[in-house]
């Protein structure tokens, strides 16, 4: 049965943060970086959410403080962004052995950044439709990176860069866009199915 506690942390946004940190006394977290405008409630996040804790992983759901204080994204702030973020995550990590990121857009860069700042072990990473700038960070990481095919963040060259990446597994999702998503709607929850598929041996395989 997995409890719900609140992480308190003060925000340049004007308003505190408060991180919801998920727990059923596991040894293993897995923490949620969110998109530009793609929260952690968002399909993607919220059934990789569901594969981490069925695997045995407590889970932190990050909000940034543009988002909590209901405002736009201005990229001056990301150092502001990154720094609550590593705050958030510094309030748990301790008590935990092995720690996923699970990312999504801009959030990959931010669990990027945020993975050299945390003062623990090795961390592991699920890129979800990573953007450009990731790309530097993924190439000295580990774990897997999810991209659609008709995702137009980044271009088949960019992608090439991460099939290189020594220790990150690209999976390609066929037609997907940068939701990994399609237009036929039988055919999206089937790519949602086979995606929580490649969640499940990720988290199960690191596990071991």
Known sequence: MMTINNITVPSY????????HLTNNN???????PGKNYSCEKPLLYYVMKSATACNYDALLLEYGYQAARSEFNPDDMELIINECCQSINQVCGNYNKIVFVSK?????IAARAS??????????MYLTPIKSTIPFINNSKGIALWGTADKIINEEDVKQIEESPRVTLHKVAEANHALEVEN???????????????????TKLAV
């Open 13 to 20: 946004g004007g308003r505190e943060l408060v991180q919801k």
């Open 27 to 33: 040894s293993s977290l897995a923490v949620f970086f």
């Open 105 to 109: 857009s801009l959030g990959t860069y």
């Open 116 to 125: 050299e700042l945390i003062n623990t072990g090795e961390i592991a990473h």
């Open 185 to 203: 709607l039988d055919q999206s929850l089937n790519i949602m199915k086979t995606i929580i598929e490649i969640s499940d041996q990720f988290f």
